[in-house]
Nanobody, 125 residues
Framework: QVQLVESGGGSVQAGGSLKLSCVASGFAFNDATLTWYRQAPQNEREREVVARIPDSGESPEYADSVKGRFTISTDRRDTMTLQMTDLKPADTAIYLC?????????????????WGHGTLVTVSP
């Protein structure tokens, strides 16, 4: 069974830091695009890409709103993290990780999309 489990969310004051983790089971990250999304707790229909590591080996990408404050990283095995610093009330959201991974499928391979269930980050003024 393939799944992603996030952890590390919580409540902090503005200016504080949190580190989110996303751990996979049932598949690996070695050939995958890794993305952190966030959505407001009261608006689950709109998800914003926060940070992404492409599978092409290119540099990570960040939303303008988090550049210089958030850092995405991975061990390219089964874990991705999002280090968040200088948090602001506007960063309050449910953070979800998503992996688009190429996995073996018999003689070939297939692309799977796996989402975590999310972890809540609350930043107070």
């Amino acid at each position: 069974q393939v799944q992603l489990v996030e952890s590390g969310g919580g409540s902090v004051q503005a200016g504080g830091s949190l580190k989110l983790s996303c751990v996979a089971s049932g598949f690996a990250f070695n050939d995958a695009t890794l993305t952190w999304y966030r959505q407001a707790p009261q608006n689950e229909r709109e998800r914003e890409v926060v940070a992404r590591i492409p599978d092409s080996g290119e540099s990570p990408e960040y939303a303008d709103s988090v550049k210089g404050r958030f850092t995405i990283s991975t061990d390219r095995r089964d874990t991705m993290t999002l280090q968040m610093t200088d948090l602001k009330p506007a960063d309050t959201a449910i953070y979800l990780c998503k992996v688009d991974a190429w996995v073996p499928a018999g003689p070939t391979r297939k692309l799977i999309e796996v989402w975590g269930h999310g972890t809540l980050v609350t930043v107070s003024p």
